[in-house]
């Protein structure tokens, strides 16, 4: 495994896994250990995937400071990556929380970065609103699923801002396309993979500009794919459209019955779309 040193000193890990031109990967959670991205659906048969393990997470060690956890801080950490895989630019992929970070990479370095694709992207950095209608339209699009009654009420209550933990818990099912034992499981690896400490600092005061951050992605020059799970209540049709209309050069590919996991709800069409993105020529 494969580790080296952040600006601040502290040890971080990444893992590369797979064949072809490298691929840096960011995790969500916020802040999450990378190993549940595992192969992306195979999409190691067309790239070599850098997986980071964020500080704090995975094999990476915990920082000195906890205020470093805070997701503009961490773009320094992804630039060292860079550095040290001795590339020009990367192709960078995110996933949900990890996304805020990647925007925040691209608009400080635009000229460090090829590609940008955003997988079911949270949409803190860039400041886009969904509003609770949105995710509600979204979930009854699974009214007929055998589970639905009790996990849209709870959906309801967290909309609505009287959501509880045990509300947070059951609206799980929504997050993946199958609420079946690999979901199930993948949902309950989260709690141990997850960072909190962390968490609770990613988007604390100061992490975000969104104003700042649109204009610098209204100028970035690179091809970028916005992913979006067609039932993704976490990522709304609307919100979706309006985070690819930030760039110049972007595309909104809507996965059909995907949620917020779509390698994991089809594997292949996941893969057919982000490789045939990726491959798409010279960025330049």
């Not at 691209?106 to 992207?121: E, N």
């Not at 949409?123 to 969904?130: D, F, K, L, N």
């Not at 709870?154 to 993946?176: M, N």
Request: net charge negative.
């Amino acid at each position: 495994m494969p580790t080296f040193s952040a600006p601040d000193g502290t040890t971080l890990a990444y893992h590369a896994t797979g064949d072809g031109p490298p691929l840096i990967c960011l995790p969500g959670g916020p802040v999450q250990d990378s190993v549940y991205l595992g192969d992306l659906g195979g999409l190691t048969a067309h790239r070599t995937l850098i997986r980071l393990d964020l500080r704090g997470t995975g094999e990476s060690a915990t920082p000195a400071d906890p205020a470093s956890y805070r997701c503009d801080r961490l773009v320094d950490d992804v630039e060292a990556l860079r550095q040290e895989l001795a590339l020009d630019r990367v192709d960078l992929l995110a996933h949900s929380g990890g996304a805020n970070l990647a925007a925040l990479c691209t608009a400080r370095h635009p000229d460090r970065v090829a590609r940008l694709a955003l997988i079911t992207p949270s949409v803190y950095a860039v400041g886009i609103e969904i509003t609770a209608a949105d995710r509600l339209r979204t979930a009854r699009l699974r009214r007929d699923e055998e589970w639905f009654t009790p996990v849209y009420a709870a959906l309801e209550a967290v909309t609505e801002g009287r959501g509880t933990a045990d509300s947070w818990q059951a609206i799980a099912p929504f997050w993946f396309a199958r609420w079946d034992e690999e979901a199930q499981a993948v949902r309950a690896a989260e709690d141990k993979q997850r960072n909190d400490e962390a968490a609770a600092v990613y988007a604390s005061e100061g992490a975000f500009a969104p104003e700042v951050t649109r204009a610098s992605l209204a100028d970035f020059p690179g091809p970028v794919l916005v992913l979006a799970g067609e039932v993704d209540v976490a990522g709304p049709h609307p919100a979706m459209v309006e985070y690819t209309g930030l760039f110049p050069h972007a595309e909104l590919v809507v996965q059909p019955g995907a949620a917020h996991f779509p390698w994991l709800d089809d594997a292949e069409r996941f893969v057919a779309a982000v490789e045939s993105f990726l491959g798409s020529g010279d960025p330049s």
